[in-house]
């Protein structure tokens, strides 16, 4: 079978649904195309499709509808054996009764790899998730994290082409988590593994991820690199969902261009970029970042909306300061700043005008 040149897709879902009781659908239309070589965090709440698609990609469930491609084949057609697919799913089911060291030779085993150039990739393997002591222990010796480091470990010591991860990284604390996850993303680039990748934090999501597909209801809401879905979320699932996010509601009262006002429901007016916003008289949901909400009216635009805030907490943390402002109705406004040498640190009770530039304030679906 002739191999596919590098920017076609290497992995592609067309048009997948999975229903797994014949009725409802958990995946709904799924179209995906990744390249060789890419790293693909699905991020979303929990039911939302995610390990059944990680699922029908390793060829473990079928599709209800549609087609799932590997290099251009259907996976239906690739018998398990000849896939070449690493994977870590949410039960890491180790071998109970090999080593450590016998189950990460197992997969290389399967693919006749001689002894010496064995011992060599399981070592290398071990020292990557720092276990090297460990291989002679058996799994039920192991600590849940451990565990789950030797599941990933075996995962890739094979190098395979195209690895599958379902929250590899859960039962680790915060600093081996942040050294694995530097690890996984240099390993994947170094060896050109394409990776599917499934994890509920969002931070890790933004940190490892070429691309982010933001899963909810068994639909992708979102597919965008990092710093694109941040900045730019298309729909008000999308805002709430990844990162931290104010929302006011309101109505669309003036709509020209890339600027439109927006009549919040307790009255007041401000401005906004319509998003999914066509028309006045629309309702939306308008989103803006903590970090883009001004409190300096001199560096604002001169007509620019502004809204009273009143303080309702200050939180110091360091780096930056937080501030929790009761702003038309909401008492749950956030606002970050820096802690830079002129910086303001307001106190509770203080009243204070904040706006922001039309730009960074979407106005969404409502
Ligand atoms: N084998 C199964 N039989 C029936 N329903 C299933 C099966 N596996 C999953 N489901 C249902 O399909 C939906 C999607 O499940 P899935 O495991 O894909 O979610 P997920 O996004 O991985 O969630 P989590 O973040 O909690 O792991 C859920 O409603 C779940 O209850
Ligand atoms: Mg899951």
Redesign the pocket.
Same mark, same amino acid.
């Given at each position: 079978m002739a191999k596919l040149s590098n920017d076609a897709a290497f992995v592609e879902f067309k048009r997948v649904q999975?229903s797994?009781?014949g009725e409802?659908l958990?995946?709904k239309d799924l179209n995906l195309s990744m390249p060789k070589g890419e790293f693909l965090t !699905?991020l979303?709440?929990?039911?939302?499709?995610? +390990? +059944?698609?990680? !699922?029908m990609l390793a060829g473990f *469930?079928t599709a209800t509808h549609g087609d799932i491609l590997l290099d251009g084949q259907s996976i239906n057609n690739i018998p398990p054996h000849k896939r070449g697919i690493g994977m870590v799913f949410?039960n890491y089911a180790l071998f109970p009764h090999m080593t450590v060291a016998e189950n990460l030779a197992f997969p290389l085993e399967v693919r006749k790899i001689g002894k010496s150039e064995r011992e060599k990739k399981v070592m290398r393997a071990l020292d990557m998730v720092q276990m090297g002591e460990f291989g002679g222990r058996r799994p039920a010796q192991l600590s849940g994290g451990q565990q789950q480091r030797i599941a990933l470990a075996r995962a890739l010591v094979f190098e395979p082409e195209l690895v599958l991860m379902? *929250?590899p990284l859960g039962a680790l604390d915060k600093q081996l988590r942040e050294h694995m996850q530097f690890e996984i993303t240099r390993l994947a680039h170094e060896l050109g593994i394409t990776t599917v990748y499934?994890t509920?934090d969002q931070t890790e999501a933004l940190t490892m991820s070429d691309r982010v597909a933001v899963?909810d209801d068994?639909r992708i809401q979102q597919l965008a690199p990092p710093d694109e879905l941040y900045e730019a979320p298309g729909n008000s699932f999308v805002a709430q969902f990844i990162g931290e996010n104010n929302t006011l509601e309101g109505v669309v009262t003036k709509i020209s261009g890339n600027h439109c006002v927006v009549t919040l429901d307790n009255g007041e007016e401000i401005d906004a970029m319509p998003v999914n916003v066509t028309h006045a008289g629309e309702r939306t949901k308008v989103s803006i970042r903590p970090e883009r909400v001004e409190f300096n009216k001199e560096r604002l635009h001169e007509d620019a909306h502004t809204l009273k805030a009143e303080v309702k907490e200050f939180i110091y943390m360091g780096d930056i300061f937080r501030f929790r402002l009761s702003v038309a109705g909401n008492d749950d406004f956030i606002v970050k700043t820096r802690n830079a040498p002129d910086a303001v640190k307001l106190k509770p009770g203080e009243i204070i005008n904040i706006g922001w530039l039309a730009e960074d304030c979407r106005a969404l679906d409502a």
């Open positions: 999975k797994y009781d409802n958990v995946v !699905m979303g709440p929990s039911g939302s499709g995610k +390990t +059944t698609c990680l !699922m *469930e949410q379902d *929250e499934v509920h899963f068994g």
